[in-house]
């Protein structure tokens, strides 16, 4: 390989492992406040990318306006999901509002089947998106220098939401002590919420951004970023933001990289992510940056 | 314990209501199996265009009515078995017809074949679907044929010498059709290492970046992308000219579909495939009195899907003409030695593997339509 393909896969890498690190963020952070696995995550992602074809589509929205739109809409699912799945399984046995996070999953792929139908359809992609701009031999269409940049824009936002605001203050001192979290005074439901529209938000945004360099949605394309980016939140430690960024960066990369160094094995990269995954739950089980 | 005698009372009263009114009609069902969502979808409906309008043309055989029962089997393998299953132990269809893509054609036969059930595949074309399965037939040709078809194009047509080619591995139709192109394209170049790239990817994949960077560094005259589905194979293409590849793609019947189209846009131009039929080079009279009255039904062109899924229902109906009997058994013996039928799709008679011997059609993509480039003979 020389260093010029070397170069075209790290660029790729990045870009797809910056998406990763998008949606790992929105399991992560679900599980830091609730200690649950929010399975419909990658669902409210499919979503997002549907909520942009229409209202492109049936509303002719401008572009930008079209993602916003898309990003406030799936803001609203992801709480509505928390209040109609899991909200009501508070104080049940953890293993009811997993399940009850599986059927939302299956609720909203298949209300998307009979709403927009089964068949893939083609995501709307401004010209600017489809260029390609040649950086010493490198190629790089448009969309992988936006990727990097809006994704370091939000997971900065994001930093300075959970560690220099107050509702920040609070979903940090709720994923250490429920209980007594409640007991000082925080108004769980209102931070319980936020989170999700939180996770929500950031998908939506990964969402509109993956569509835009795989221009094509239909019903199930939310599982396997969705899976993938749940393993990434695993590997970089569950619960942790800074994991999630770091895991999903390496799922990205690594997804990428395998091809690239083992062309041989290339359809079996999946069976690498998760043999690391299996390392990681073996020899250090919390994740990279996850606490004991 | 008592309610629950009550209950199931209630329940088995209803299901022997049930089966006496389902008896009485005496009807002969014929089931399908098709991918109706998923992403093999637009295949699937393609294909039940065509099987619709075989069924409106055609809705009672020996004096009996038919009744048609659809099961999606969702692109998915196990589906697909559950779907056949289901139409057999449920539905009670006499005869099955089905499925767009071989992945999902596989189990399907597998479990017809077992029951005893005869099944007709509209445009699977992996030769295991009927392979050392008495019980399963098609009405297209198989990829060995199709394969070579692709690589004589690649090296009459575009004088190609070198070749990559882009494969996923977990569909059975695309890791065979790559097999026999890959084959075929050493023993017309009479080069063993005129293939200078294989490479794979999973269904389910949508970033094929690496894939189409190790292709791109090869420097090929064509990129074989026999992708188990249209979407794949748009995304594959459309990243692949992202990352500079300018040598010509080509393909297998899988192209086929307005969304290839729709998703590839602008990087799909001047593509190459093989499918099995084309409206506009129809010859027979039996070709054009469905293309005429599919463009009445449905107000566009007929595809390949319909004009198969159409020949795959008919097949059927032939077959029960000439048992003479809705028996599985004689509706499969009198299937076995069809011979010249006149179908949509050309003339078929099935050999002894119930395969179809048939021609292959070329076409390309040309300002965003699908148009005809040659007709190629079995050989």
């Known amino acids: 390989m020389n260093l010029n393909i070397f170069l075209q896969n790290l660029s790729n890498g990045i870009s797809l492992g910056c998406l990763f690190a998008l949606i790992a963020i929105g399991y992560t952070m679900v599980y ?21 074809y229409y209202a492109i589509a049936l509303f002719s929205l401008p572009w930008g ?17 928390e209040r109609i799945a899991y ?48 950086l010493g031999g490198v190629r790089i269409p448009g969309v992988n220098f936006i990727t990097p940049i809006v994704s370091i824009i939000f997971l900065l936002i994001l930093t300075y939401i959970v560690y220099r605001t107050k509702t920040g203050l609070a979903m940090r001192a709720i994923s250490k002590d429920f209980d007594t979290a409640k007991l000082m005074g925080i108004n769980l439901d209102r931070t319980i919420s936020f989170t999700f529209i939180l996770g929500s938000g950031l998908a939506a945004i990964g969402a509109v951004l993956w569509a835009l360099r795989y221009p094509q949605i239909w019903p199930f394309m939310g599982v396997f970023p969705g899976w993938r980016a749940f393993i990434a939140a695993v590997i970089g430690g569950i619960g942790s933001i800074r994991g999630a960024m770091v895991g999903g960066f390496m799922v990205g990369l690594l997804t990428i990289m395998i091809v690239a160094f083992m062309p041989g094995l290339a359809g079996y990269k999946d069976a690498f992510i998760f043999i690391i995954l299996i390392f990681v739950l073996l020899f250090k089980p919390e994740g990279i940056f996850g606490e004991e | 314990m008592k309610k629950f005698g009550l209950l199931a009372g ?23 199996y098709e991918p109706m969502t998923g992403p093999m979808a637009a295949g699937g409906q393609m294909t039940m265009e065509g099987v619709n309008l075989a069924f409106e043309q055609t809705p009672t055989v020996l004096d009996k009515p038919i009744k048609m029962v659809l099961v999606d089997n969702k692109s998915e393998k196990v589906e697909a078995a559950n779907a056949v299953a289901r139409l057999i132990e449920y539905e009670k269809a006499v005869a099955i017809v089905g499925s767009y893509g071989s992945s999902c054609a596989i189990p399907g036969s597998e479990v017809a074949n077992k029951a005893g059930i005869p099944m007709v595949g509209c445009s699977p074309t992996n030769p295991l679907v009927t392979l050392g ?26 004088h190609a010498k070198t070749a990559v080619v882009i494969q996923d591995i977990a569909s059975d139709y695309a890791v065979g059709l790559s097999n026999f192109f890959r084959e075929a394209f050493i023993k017309l170049t009479g080069d063993p290492k005129s293939i200078v790239g294989l490479i794979s990817y999973q269904t389910g994949d949508q970033d094929f970046t690496a894939q189409v960077t190790y292709a791109a560094g090869k420097k090929p005259d064509v990129v074989f992308v026999p992708a188990g ?30 969304e290839f189209i729709e998703v590839g846009g602008e990087a799909v131009e001047g593509g190459y495939f093989s499918t099995h039929f084309d409206a506009t080079a129809v010859t027979t009279e039996a070709a054009k009195k469905f293309s005429d009255s599919f463009q009445k039904k449905y107000n566009r062109e007929p595809s390949a899907f319909a004009a198969l899924g159409f020949d795959a229902f008919n097949l059927v109906i032939d077959a029960i003409k000439r048992a003479g009997s809705a028996d599985p058994k004689a509706i499969r013996d009198a299937l076995a030695v069809t011979k010249d039928y006149e179908g949509v799709t050309g003339m078929i008679t099935l050999d002894f593997n119930g395969d179809a011997t048939k021609d292959a059609i070329i076409k390309t993509i040309e300002n965003g339509k699908f148009k005809y480039v040659a007709t190629v003979h079995p050989f």
């Not at chain 2, 990243?239 to 579909?257: R, S, Y």
């Open chain 1, 32 to 52: 830091g406040v609730l200690r649950l696995i929010n399975f419909a995550h990658g669902d409210i992602f499919m979503m997002a990318t549907f909520f942009v």
């Open chain 1, 65 to 81: 306006v079209a993602c916003l739109v898309a990003v406030v809409l799936a803001m609203l699912l992801g709480r509505t999901v």
């Open chain 1, 87 to 134: 909200k009501p399984l508070r104080n049940a046995p953890r293993i009811s509002s997993l399940c009850s996070a599986i059927g939302m999953s299956f609720l909203l792929e298949n209300f998307a089947i009979v709403v927009f139908g089964g068949r893939p359809k083609a995501f709307y992609r401004p010209e600017f998106f489809s260029k390609i701009f040649i």
């Open chain 2, 10 to 32: 209630i329940f088995l009263s209803l299901l022997l209501i049930c089966s006496l009114i389902v008896g009485a009609a005496d009807e002969i069902v014929i089931g399908v």
């Open chain 2, 133 to 158: 399965k008495p019980y399963a037939f098609r009405a297209c040709f198989i990829d060995p044929f199709q394969g070579a078809v692709m690589a004589n194009f690649a090296v009459s047509n575009l």
């Open chain 2, 229 to 258: 589905s249209y979407g794949d194979a748009a995304l594959i293409i459309k990243q692949g000219k992202e990352m500079g590849i300018t040598a010509n793609f080509l393909g297998g019947d899988t192209w086929e579909a307005p």
